[in-house]
């Protein structure tokens, strides 16, 4: 089977910047998708970017601008840049891709988010 492995989460000042990654890892082809969610406490997750696997992203309009979502397929590895980080207080991130298994199975995988919340 395959796995997502999420890494990067900290505690910074406002204003600062941290990078998430989220990495693949298993019996892979190819990776169409890789996307990053959002939960605060006591609110709904929030799909935040997307990333396909020719870079095309989208991002939602509360973080456009302040995050940047990419890839390196070598290493089946997302890389989620987020600057400008708001004082609104802290959040899970949590990595989801869209996989294709070597043996042609396509699997939409989760990972179980950071070992550090952190602020949105």
């Known amino acids: 089977q395959v796995q997502l492995v999420e890494s990067g989460g900290a505690l910074v000042q406002h204003g600062e910047s941290l990078r998430l990654s989220c990495a693949a890892s298993?019996?892979?082809?190819?990776?169409?998708?890789m996307n990053w969610y959002r939960q605060a406490p006591g609110k709904q997750r929030e799909l935040v970017a997307v990333?396909?696997?020719?870079?095309?992203?989208n991002y939602a309009n509360s973080v456009k601008g302040r995050f940047t979502l990419s890839r390196d397929n070598a290493a089946n590895t997302a890389y989620l840049q987020m600057n400008s980080l708001k004082p609104d207080g802290t959040a899970i991130y949590v990595c989801?891709?869209?996989?294709?298994?070597?043996?042609?199975?396509?699997?939409?995988?989760w990972g179980q988010g950071p070992q550090f919340t952190v602020p949105s």
């Open positions: 990333i396909t696997s020719d870079g095309s992203t």
């Open positions: 298993g019996n892979i082809l190819s990776i169409y998708a």
């Open positions: 989801n891709a869209d996989i294709i298994r070597v043996t042609g199975e396509l699997m939409d995988t």
